[in-house]
């Protein structure tokens, strides 16, 4: 087992596959649960890891697109998560519009019936944030709805 951070290790669920990965990518995955996930976490308590770091194979078993920040290439992650004391809407909407964090990108994902899936944050260690949120589907959606970030 390898503590990441003080709430979040790699036998969390989404993190497991964590195990044996590539330094580049603990150090990855570790950057983006300080900057993002222990805010989080102090914020509404329990995050839950639907998804994170993925090898090849497994992205595109799952959709992903062949660019995906899950990938953890360079100085990308990415994570799926929600908080179960608040709605994804309440998680998404604070994310982008009152904390300030340092993500690339936020997407409110839902499914193709429309229901809420989870909140998709990525982030990038080698670069400024751009810090961009969306609307859009899971898997390899190609049109995503921009909406406001403070």
Known sequence: ???????????????TVLAGADSHVIENV???CEKVL??????FGAVRVHDSYRDPGHNA???????????CIGGHAAV???APAVSMQVLFDWLR????????????????????ACVHIQIDRLNP??????IGHTGAAT???PVEVK
Request: proline content about 9%; aromatic content about 10%.
């Open 97 to 116: 519009l009152e904390s300030k964090l340092p993500f690339d990108k936020v997407i409110f994902e839902k499914n193709k019936a429309e229901v809420p």
């Open 30 to 32: 570790t950057f983006l």
């Open 129 to 134: 944030p751009r810090r961009q949120a969306f």
């Open 61 to 71: 078993q799952v959709g992903g697109k062949t660019a995906s920040f899950h990938l």
């Open 38 to 43: 222990e805010p989080i976490h102090d914020k």
């Open 80 to 82: 799926d998560v929600d």
């Open 1 to 15: 087992m390898s503590q990441l951070t003080p709430h979040f290790a790699d036998t969390e669920p989404g993190l």
């Open 143 to 145: 049109v995503y709805t």
